[in-house]
């Protein structure tokens, strides 16, 4: 994988933040909504995966079965209720290789395989369905110079129809191990420069997703996913990762807006993991709980232009350290914003460092307590 510093789009990012941030701390008291003031506050902050709602993505807007008409804007049509089989011999332990034309738009395929080695440049997958039994390796191996997109596909081994111990009520499965060893699969990997538009995805029972992180002027782009229930979690053979891991550093930009990202698991939901400089990281309005340390953006603290806001990271998944890795994620003196992230806490909930009365408070990068004002650097 390789990933490049960001100097550019500074248009898109300035966006974000004037529509997104607010310019000045002020007070909440505990358990109310810091974001009552927002359209969508409330339901943000009261919403859950897989409570009906369908507020966050979960199991009833992701994936391949819930594809719209026109996803993309590519006049598809929605579902058909069926996939085609992409060979009539695939097996769980055999690999595919399949090429191709760069631009192609494959649609509502179904690749069952122990790895699917794809070869083409700007590639688009829509309401597809990736699986199979990859231990230790990629489900998807990707070889592409620029660009390639999945919208509506699902992600999953081939030995479950649903994760283990989530029954779809929950974000992810509130106990281990999850898809065992044996039957998972561990990434989906871009082996060449090619930045990944990653949509409406429902993605499960791995360790990861290994994809570049953005170039100057391509950024890659993470929206409305529903990445859960990770792999072998009562072991430490994986690290578990939700969208990473990127061990280099020198990466951005990064688009990750109104994902999922829940697990039990040792590592990160985001796994910035190098010590090189990471730029332009936009992670806003996502819904985020269990992991280790929830988000990283580096082993040192020299993050730049980060911008984190609008987040809800909730109690309701064990956490085993804490929400940020090292509380390092930059600062204003180096360009990043930390605005309107809050806590999610109920009774009940897996991670016990939080309670009730953290619910609706400020979620801090520097700490690991809730807060009644928002962070000001």
């Keep these: 994988m390789h990933s490049a510093r960001t100097v550019a789009c500074s248009q898109l990012f300035t966006a974000v933040l004037l529509t997104q941030i ?22 943000a902050l009261t919403a859950r995966p897989n409570d009906g709602s369908g507020y966050w993505p979960d199991f009833s807007n992701t994936g391949y079965a819930n594809t719209p008409a026109n996803t993309g804007g590519l006049g598809l049509g929605a579902y058909p209720g069926h996939l085609t089989d992409y060979a009539a011999s695939m ?37 597809c369905l990736f699986e199979g039994k990859s231990p230790n390796d990629n ?13 509506y596909s699902t992600f999953k081994p081939s030995a479950y129809a649903l994760p ?6 929950v974000s992810s499965s509130h106990t281990t191990p999850g898809t065992p060893f044996k039957q998972s699969w561990q990434l989906v990997t871009t082996m060449n420069e090619a930045v990944a538009t990653m949509d409406h995805n429902d993605i499960w029972g791995n360790a990861g997703l290994e994809m570049t992180t953005g170039f100057p002027d391509r950024p ?28 280099e550093g020198d990466g951005g930009p990064m688009i990750i807006d109104h994902n999922t990202i829940a697990s ?3 590592t990160n939901a985001l796994a910035l993991q190098g010590d090189g400089v990471y730029d332009r990281i936009s992670f806003t309005n996502n819904y985020v709980s269990g992991y280790g340390y929830a988000l990283s953006f580096g082993v040192k603290n020299n993050a730049t232009n980060l911008t984190v806001t609008g987040n809800v990271f909730s109690a309701e998944l064990k956490e085993l350290w804490g929400p940020v890795y ?13 605005r309107n992230n809050v ?35």
Excluded at 102 to 122: C, P
Excluded at 164 to 169: C, E, F, I
Excluded at 220 to 247: C, E, F, K, L, R
Aim: net charge negative; glycine share 10%.
């Design 91 to 127: 097996s769980a332990s055999k690999p595919i290789i399949v090429t191709y034309p760069d631009h192609s738009v494959i649609a509502f395929t179904r690749f069952l395989a122990s790895k699917v080695v794809i070869y083409g440049d700007d590639l688009t997958f829509v309401g």
């Design 343 to 377: 806590y999610q806490a109920r009774p009940g909930d897996g991670n016990t460092n939080l309670s009730p009365a953290d619910n609706g408070r400020y979620w801090w990068p520097t700490d690991d307590v809730s807060h009644a004002e928002d962070y000001a650097d």
């Design 22 to 43: 607010p310019f000045a701390a002020h007070a909440a008291p505990p358990g109310s909504d810091p974001l009552s003031r927002y359209a969508t506050a409330a339901t």
């Design 139 to 151: 489900l998807v191996q990707l070889y592409a110079a620029s660009s390639v997109t999945f919208r």
């Design 264 to 266: 039990l698991g040792n």
């Design 164 to 169: 283990p111990g989530n029954d779809g009520t």
């Design 220 to 247: 890659s782009t993470w929206t409305n996913n529903y990445i859960h229930d990770a792999a072998d979690t009562s072991h430490n053979v994986y690290h578990h990762d939700g969208i990473g891991p990127q061990s």
């Design 326 to 338: 090292g509380g390092l994620w930059g600062g204003t003196a180096q360009g990043s914003v930390w």
